[in-house]
């Protein structure tokens, strides 16, 4: 990683992106110890409107606290692909829900249905965490063990196994480069953490 490392997470209101991007930050700087900042905007609306999150990685301290280039772009929706993707740094990672975007550029995107696999899992709201998991596979922007104790403190209590599920059908995503299995019974976890 670079000493600043730009993250934006996009989606619409309703999708958890604020808190995956307070999830992402504290994973960074409480557990992984690096200089972080967060910011966020969203719509008035409390669900459907745009929703932003953004999350600079450092070294060393940070004099800007917004993205200017992101490296990494989360794009939940197309509307938000379409609004953001000219910002992504050349090179950058693309990364979309493959359900929810369908006008993605091929050679650039890697598409994962984030939104399916959460709904498989049981909670449709947990494709947050989905995201955060495959996010943190492909970057390594923040530790897999960071990430894990960063969801856990930030979740409803009695939501624990499943985020942890959530996010290890990210990472399980991620690796398997867009098919995952996801598991039968709540207890189990696909191999991921």
Do not use: H, W
């Amino acid at each position: 990683m670079s000493s600043r490392y730009e993250i934006r997470l996009a989606g619409s209101g309703g999708q958890g992106l604020i808190l995956a991007g307070i999830i992402l930050a504290e994973a960074a700087g409480v557990y992984d110890g690096k200089f972080v900042c967060q910011t966020q905007s969203y719509g008035p609306e409390a669900r459907g409107g745009a929703s932003k999150a953004e999350v600079v990685i450092s070294d060393a301290e940070i004099d800007y606290p917004k993205a200017i280039q992101p490296d990494v772009l989360l794009a939940m929706n197309q509307k938000s692909l379409d609004v953001f993707l000219s910002d992504l740094k050349p090179g950058g990672l693309l990364l979309v829900d493959a359900d929810l975007v369908k006008e993605a550029p091929a050679n650039r995107a890697v598409a994962l249905p984030f939104t399916r696999i959460a709904r498989e899992l049981g909670r449709v709201m947990a494709a947050n965490i989905v995201a955060l998991g495959a996010l943190a596979q492909l970057t390594g922007a923040v530790s897999l063990e960071s990430l894990t104790a960063a969801v856990l403190a930030r979740v409803p209590k009695g939501t624990e196994d499943l985020n942890r599920q959530a996010l290890a059908a990210g990472v399980a995503a991620a690796k398997a480069g867009g098919t995952v299995s996801v598991p039968e019974e709540p207890g189990e976890t696909p191999e991921a953490l």
